[in-house]
DNA sequence: AAACTATATGTCGGTTGGCGACATATAGAA
DNA sequence: TTCTATATGTCGCCAACCGACATATAGTTT
């Protein structure tokens, strides 16, 4: 019954940052958002409205997934971590493969008008 | 005065095929529809509601512009053509640049961990 | 002549997801 | 003691997309 990855697609950016964060390892919401910035030079700050509510439905959609809590103290509230779930790296590779096919199609030379 | 084009980044999947299919010449709506369907292997199906709410936004934006109308006889309502213009172009260029960036991100190697 | 099909434009209400402002809490440094 | 970085969360607003419906016409088929 594995839903269809492209059921999911066209991700919007803030959600296929979020993915791609967690690609690299589990990471808790404020972390997400600290590497998404660092990544993007800067470009792409998540506000957190975007980023709490794309961690609640991407459980909801599984997506993503709970880790058991790193205790290690740190400041501020008790850290949650998520990790992509299979279902969400298929998500993310097959929304790479749609934005690559975009990229090929908008490079191709200018085609005859149809019209 | 020129807007930026960054402003009006990220587009959404149908208004990026909307304005590359432009990008090939002038085009009525109904056109636009059939080539963005053909150009994608009929993936990509726009419905009415986002084609034409998608042509009255990037007029008012400026995006694209509006041609004397072709008038040679054929079924159906009057055709009404478009075009992109210098910042409806821009804007499209932006975008891909834009994509290829995260896409370039995308493949990199994973990263160290930086939580 | 009537019906059907492809072409062509448009509106409307509903849904989704992102956005900014606000709220709350804590560890460590100043 | 205060300030800052860290950390999670909610709420209402808005932009854009979506499907269903409405309308019109030229050309072909029955």
Redesign the interface.
């Known amino acids: 019954m594995a839903l269809d990855p492209q059921d999911f697609l ?1 991700l ?2 803030p959600t ?1 940052f979020i993915l ?1 964060s967690l ?6 919401g404020y ?1 997400i958002l ?2 998404v910035e ?3 030079n800067g470009k792409i700050v998540l506000s957190n409205g975007t980023l709490y509510g794309a961690l609640t439905r991407l459980m909801e959609q599984g997506l993503i997934e709970r880790l058991p809590d790193d205790e290690t103290p740190a400041p501020g509230l008790p850290r949650k971590a998520y990790c992509l779930s299979q279902n969400g790296s298929a998500v993310l590779d097959a929304e ?1 493969s749609r ?2 096919n ?2 090929s ?3 191709l030379p ?2 005859e ?3």
Do not use: Y
């Open positions: 066209p919007r950016e296929f791609l690609a690299n390892g589990r990471k808790h972390a600290k590497e660092s990544l993007s790479i934005l690559e975009m990229l199609r908008a490079r200018v085609a008008e149809t019209q």
